[in-house]
């Protein structure tokens, strides 16, 4: 399968998730690079337009997803939300009849809200989600202990069965392709 997997990533996280996935896949990784990213208040001012839906401004964006025949959108949790990185995207690609597959990463591992949010903008803008999984990226907590790079890496190489069992289901179900059971 033909798969775009696009990700937005401040810390990290999301980005090693991500390598895992296209790993796991063979998708084609896209980051969405947000020009605000390195100034001074810009964590603050993204918050906030995450707590509040809006976009943000891309570097070099590329909105294109017609030549995929499947799109993986992934996003690190904000306060219960999407990055704006993300939110602009979705609100500038071509979206319609798109078979989508939601990847929330947050500092917990269950981000319904995030989920939702996401399935409710994509559907809006005609793309179909065929399913979701959640990752645990790194908790903001300077305290708690953050997974290796490795781990991340190898949680996105597990999410990849659950992405093509997503896309695929035909190849995955026990009758296998043909009906019969194998």
């Known amino acids: 399968m033909n ?61 294109t997803v017609e030549p995929y025949e499947a799109l993986v959108v992934m996003t690190p949790v904000w306060i219960g939300n999407p990055a704006p990185a993300v939110t602009t995207f979705i609100s500038n690609a071509v979206l319609k009849g798109k078979k989508t597959f939601i990847v929330a990463v947050g500092g917990t591992a269950a981000n319904p809200g995030a989920i939702a949010r996401l399935e409710k903008r994509l559907t809006a803008h005609g793309a ?16 708690a202990k953050r997974p290796t790079d490795e781990e991340l890496v190898a949680e996105g190489v597990l999410l990849g069965e659950t992405v093509r069992q997503a896309f695929e289901p035909q190849l995955w179900s026990p009758a296998g392709p043909s009906g019969t059971p194998e």
């Open 3 to 63: 798969l775009l997997i696009t990700y937005y990533s401040r810390e990290g996280s999301t980005a090693q998730i991500a390598q895992g996935l296209a790993q796991a896949t063979g998708g084609t990784l896209r980051e969405l690079v947000d020009s605000h990213r390195m100034e001074n208040g810009g964590m603050f001012l993204a918050l906030l337009a995450a707590l509040l839906g809006l976009g943000t401004t891309l570097v070099d964006p590329d909105y």
């Open 128 to 143: 179909s989600v065929v399913g979701h999984g959640e990752a645990l990226g790194y908790i903001p907590d300077p305290k």
